[in-house]
């Protein structure tokens, strides 16, 4: 996550979870926790213009993951890769972020960086790809199955801190019941 803000076209979180269905649908994938390291590295036989690469800390920095979504290039960070690999919840949520970008700021020539606080959030890029990657990994079509935001971690093999913000959204959208 670059942390670099870019003005988009608006989208709801009803929008971005319906698309990170469609994504989950297009799979067939039916299990609770998303294949997000698969998807990374099978990507690229759904697009075949999509590009990946595992890059070294020294390279990247402090960046986690850079996604060029109009040249379709996605960078990760090895340690963040390998974190993703092992189940770490915040990995995880890194690519899937990226994948965010990829989905939904493509042939958008992301040209107006601004300040995140100038830019209302359903406008904001980082906004959309932070709910994207919260809805593609932890699925409204399988949230009520879990007790608490704890157990959700779990199943959705998400950060604690993910599990319980989507635990909130999803209660504050009637999804959980």
Not at 30 to 36: A, L, Q, T, V
Not at 67 to 74: G, L, N, S
Not at 94 to 100: L, N, R, S, V
């Amino acid at each position: 996550m670059s942390g670099q803000c870019f003005e988009v076209p608006p989208m709801s979180r009803a929008s971005i979870r319906q698309l990170a269905r469609q994504v989950r649908d297009s799979l067939g994938w039916k299990e609770p926790r998303f294949p997000i390291v698969e998807y990374l590295e099978v990507y690229h036989q759904i697009d075949k213009a999509f590009v990946y690469d595992i890059c070294e800390k020294e390279l990247m920095g402090d960046r986690h993951g850079i996604t060029f979504p109009d040249k379709k290039v996605m960078l990760i960070r090895e340690d963040v890769y390998e974190g993703a690999v092992d189940g770490n919840g915040r990995d995880r949520m890194t690519i899937a972020h990226e994948f965010g970008h990829l989905h939904m700021h493509t042939n958008l020539g992301l040209g107006r960086q601004l300040a995140s606080s100038e830019i209302p959030a359903f406008r904001s890029s980082e906004w959309q790809a932070n709910c994207f990657g919260g809805e593609l990994l932890v699925s409204s079509d399988h949230i009520h199955q879990c007790l608490d935001p704890l157990e959700a971690s779990q199943i959705f093999e998400v950060s604690v801190e993910a599990a319980i913000y989507q635990w909130g959204k999803f209660n504050e959208d009637g999804v959980i019941k």
